[in-house]
């Protein structure tokens, strides 16, 4: 938490993560943030998933791309002394709004009181509806170079393919940008089996989700969207009943 006073009343910014989608991810401090705030900002699609938190509140809605204004509306109205939650989905430390309403705050000195409020990640929702494909080490990476040079995400896929890491890839693929999952693919069957497994998750928790568990070899068969994070297991990862493992080490261990 961060608390900025000039001598006014600061008012208070939630940063809230409503989660993966459906009402029933949302934690019960995300709940009690946004029954406690006067007002709610938000991009559209996720205001549009938690209609039941909305009710006799203020809401301002606004489109994709649009971060930088929502930031900066939100910190201004906090500033006047009032309450308000900045909806983000997943976890707003992820990929999301939390680092931005900071550096905001930092260059406008801003007055208010800005509060985190955790949400459970893509990352997270994903792997539980595949099984347990994150036991081990892992890494995610954003395949979105609209604020991150490609020539970078190049070279941290190449080193967490090198690695071995079960690698979470968010932002696979959008109308627009649809070579940068080709590539990927490209980058870990440098250093990886085509028999690799990888799982699919579009629209994790709501009512359109889809699970895919194929292989790296047939990865670009699959349906895959700006809505879909993409697990893709390391050397020791297998399938069983339609579920994605990732072995910890227990087995060589221990007796199980």
Request: aromatic share 6%.
């Amino acid at each position: 938490m961060e608390k900025c006073n000039n001598g006014n009343r600061p008012g208070t910014l939630y940063v809230v993560g409503t989660g993966p989608g459906s009402a029933d991810y949302m934690t019960v401090v995300a709940i009690s943030a946004l029954k406690k705030s006067e007002i709610i900002i938000g991009y559209k699609t996720y205001l549009d998933l938690i209609p039941e938190f909305l009710l006799d509140k203020e809401v301002i809605s606004s489109e994709m791309m649009k971060e930088v204004d929502r930031c900066r509306k939100a910190l201004e109205i906090a500033n006047q002394g009032k309450t308000i939650a900045l909806v983000c989905g997943g976890d707003p430390g992820i990929y999301a709004m939390a680092g931005l309403v900071f550096e905001m705050a930092q260059k406008t000195k801003s007055s208010c009181t800005i509060e985190i409020i955790p949400g459970l990640a893509a990352i997270n929702s994903c792997a539980a509806r595949l099984g347990a494909p994150l036991m081990h080490d892992f890494a995610a990476v954003s395949l979105s170079d609209l604020l991150t040079p490609w020539a970078l995400i190049e070279k941290r896929l190449e080193a967490v393919a090198m690695a071995d890491f079960v690698t979470a890839i968010y932002n696979p693929k959008s109308k627009k940008r649809t070579q940068q999952i080709v590539r990927a693919r490209e980058i870990f069957l440098k250093h990886r089996s085509p028999e690799t497994v990888v799982g699919i998750v579009t629209a994790a928790t709501r009512e359109n989700e889809k699970i895919t568990i194929t292989n790296l070899l047939n990865l670009l068969d699959s349906e895959i969207g700006m809505q879909s994070t993409v697990i893709i297991g390391n050397s020791q990862t297998y399938k069983w009943n339609d579920i994605m493992i990732t072995p910890r080490g227990y087995s060589e261990k221990y007796a199980i």
